[in-house]
T-cell receptor
Framework: GQQLNQSPQSMFIQEGEDVSMNCTSS?????WLWYKQDPGEGPVLLIA?????ELTSNGRLTAQFGITRKDSFLNISASIPSDVGIYFC????????????????FGQGTILTVHP | DVKVTQSSRYLVKRTGEKVFLECVQD?????MFWYRQDPGLGLRLIYF???????EKGDIPEGYSVSREKKERFSLILESASTNQTSMYLC?????????????FGAGSRLTVL
């Protein structure tokens, strides 16, 4: 099956710092999704990427779809305490025939802690 | 906004008990999913359903079954709970089944099996 490797596993930063995390896949993806899970809640979609090389922003968040279609990156600028949570990458991947599996595979998650 | 509601936020059960986790969505989505979340492992798909009475196995279906008798409701069943099924369970729904469609998650059900 597909595997997504997300790093780092956890980050402890000071308020105001920038954050970078990434995700790599063992197979090519045609869509990359980034979700955030607040403590005690379910994951919520932050950014969706649909094309290799695409760079998309959502406020202080910026995500990129890697050219090789096997990786993606999420950056958070000027972090604030409410950025705390778990960030997941996800994607459907493609099978050998080039069609989507139709099911999302998730990375292991990056736990972000922001100290005021 | 799509709302996915999981009726039980916290459950404590004993080994061997039968456990029902209920999930209801209110936006007429065809597709519903059950994931399990464990630290360091991310979210792993247990089962999904693309229509009433239809179900497909995900990546870790062993020890679980599901029921979808109505479009809005998707239940996860643990026939005989075991301690290794202690976990956070997340239900989700989506309008389409293609990978580009966005999942909307419920708040989760944290199950502890003693």
């Amino acid at each position: 099956g597909q595997q997504l490797n997300q790093s780092p596993q956890s980050m402890f930063i000071q308020e105001g710092e920038d954050v970078s995390m990434n995700c790599t896949s063992s197979s090519i993806f045609n869509t990359w999704l980034w979700y955030k899970q607040d403590p005690g809640e379910g994951p919520v979609l932050l950014i969706a990427l649909y094309k290799a090389g695409e760079l998309t922003s959502n406020g202080r968040l910026t995500a990129q779809f890697g050219i090789t279609r096997k990786d993606s990156f999420l950056n958070i600028s000027a972090s604030i305490p409410s950025d705390v949570g778990i960030y997941f990458c996800a994607g459907p991947g493609l099978n050998a025939g080039g069609t989507s599996y139709g099911k999302l595979t998730f990375g292991q998650g990056t736990i972000l802690t922001v100290h005021p | 906004d799509v709302k996915v509601t999981q009726s039980s936020r916290y459950l404590v059960k004993r080994t061997g008990e039968k456990v029902f986790l209920e999930c209801v969505q209110d936006m007429d989505h065809e597709n519903m999913f059950w994931y399990r979340q464990d630290p360091g492992l991310g979210l792993r798909l247990i089962y999904f359903s693309y229509d009433v009475k239809m179900k497909e196995k995900g990546d870790i279906p062993e020890g679980y079954s599901v029921s979808r008798e109505k479009k809005e409701r998707f239940s996860l069943i643990l026939e005989s709970a075991s301690t290794n099924q202690t976990s956070m369970y997340l239900c989700a729904s989506a309008l389409g089944l293609s990978g580009a469609n966005v999942l909307t998650f419920g708040a989760g059900s944290r199950l502890t099996v003693l």
